[in-house]
Nanobody, 127 residues
């Protein structure tokens, strides 16, 4: 079973930055697609970003486009989400997800039916 572990969450003021990391799964050769999903209290889950680990194609939700950047290390072992110009509405639990299925990287993570999930890391943005 592939286990994902997120880190990097915390509390910052609006306008600040955070970088989330997703620890390497046990067998990276099986992972073709990774992404970040967030859920705020009382709100629906939102697909934040997706990356095709082979070609590097990416997807961003409109709400984060231009502020967040999804990336991976060259050896594809670790996934990142660089978050800048944070807003109070970015407050949520952020989850890392992955699948061995192919993905174009053009759609939200849930579109691809992610197989593996982390337990989440909390991001709190104060105004």
């Amino acid at each position: 079973q592939v286990q994902l572990v997120e880190s990097g969450g915390g509390s910052v003021q609006a306008g600040g930055s955070l970088r989330l990391s997703c620890a390497p799964p046990g067998a990276t050769w099986r992972i073709n697609c990774m992404g970040w999903v967030r859920q705020a209290p009382g709100k629906e889950r939102e697909g934040v970003a997706t990356i095709n680990t082979g070609g590097g194609s990416t997807y961003y939700a409109d709400s984060v486009k231009g502020r967040f950047t999804i990336s991976q290390e060259n050896d594809k072992n670790t996934l990142y989400l660089q978050m800048r110009s944070l807003k109070p509405e970015d407050t949520a639990m952020y989850y890392c997800a992955a699948t061995s299925s192919y993905c174009s990287g053009s759609y939200p993570p849930d579109y691809y039916g992610m197989d593996y999930w982390g337990k989440g890391t909390l991001v709190t943005i104060s105004s």
